[in-house]
T-cell receptor, first 116, second 113 residues
């Protein structure tokens, strides 16, 4: 496997379910990101991790819970979601953060989430 | 704060037409500039980038020149193909953004045969 992979690619869940999205990067990067992409809205940065430590949390509701057990893996745990949370969730990685020249982000294919 | 403004879409062109997608930015420092492309049903892919004024990024026939005097990074291609249909995102990063990407809203490009 190369690049950034995400599983599952599609997920349908009810509002009372608990599910997790998984992201894995095979690039040796130190930083990982979760984005939300909704129709007709700009790309929203949700969480940023650097060396397994969360460095940014952009006012995301607590029903989204990230986890970064190591620099290659990133999870997004979901519980009691709302229909408006339906979107494409994108994972990305970059070599580092906060340093010029390490800022190019590489994206996975995304998980298309539908909340019923 | 930093920001990126892209022309609104969709942009609809015929095959082999010349393409320009405008992107302008606001930044206090000396940002790096990026174009990403998102094909239907996929994630974003880096298309090209430029890290200093007057640099030209190029890839797959697309070009963009970093113009500091006009704070622009317009994307161009001389002859588009149906396979270029996608959403194109302009982005920047600099010290003020802590080198995280600041994104434009995206421009949808539709190429008709």
């Amino acid at each position: 496997e190369t690049g950034v992979t995400q599983t599952p690619r599609h997920l349908v869940m009810g509002m009372t379910n608990k599910k997790s999205l998984k992201c894995e990067q095979h690039l040796g990067h130190n930083a990982m990101y979760w984005y939300k992409q909704s129709a007709k809205k700009p790309l929203e940065l949700m969480f940023v991790y650097s060396l397994e430590e969360r460095v940014e949390n952009n006012s995301v509701p607590s029903r989204f819970s990230p986890e970064c057990p190591n620099s290659s893996h990133l999870f997004l745990h979901l519980h009691t979601l709302q229909p408006e949370d339906s979107a494409l969730y994108l994972c990305a990685s970059s070599q580092d953060i906060a340093r010029r020249g390490t800022d190019t982000q590489y994206f996975g294919p995304g998980t298309r989430l539908t909340v019923l | 704060g930093d920001s990126v403004t892209q022309m609104e879409g969709p942009v609809t062109l015929s095959e082999e037409a010349f393409l320009t997608i405008n992107c302008t930015y606001t930044a206090t420092g000396y940002p790096s500039l990026f174009w990403y492309v998102q094909y239907p049903g996929e994630g974003l892919q880096l298309l090209l980038k430029a890290t200093k004024a007057d640099d030209k990024g190029s890839n797959k026939g697309f070009e963009a020149t970093y113009r500091k005097e006009t704070t622009s990074f317009h994307l161009e291609k001389g002859s588009v193909q149906v396979s270029d249909s996608a959403v194109y995102f302009c982005a920047l990063s600099d010290q003020d953004s802590n080198y995280q990407l600041i994104w434009g809203a995206g421009t949808k490009l539709i190429i008709k045969p």
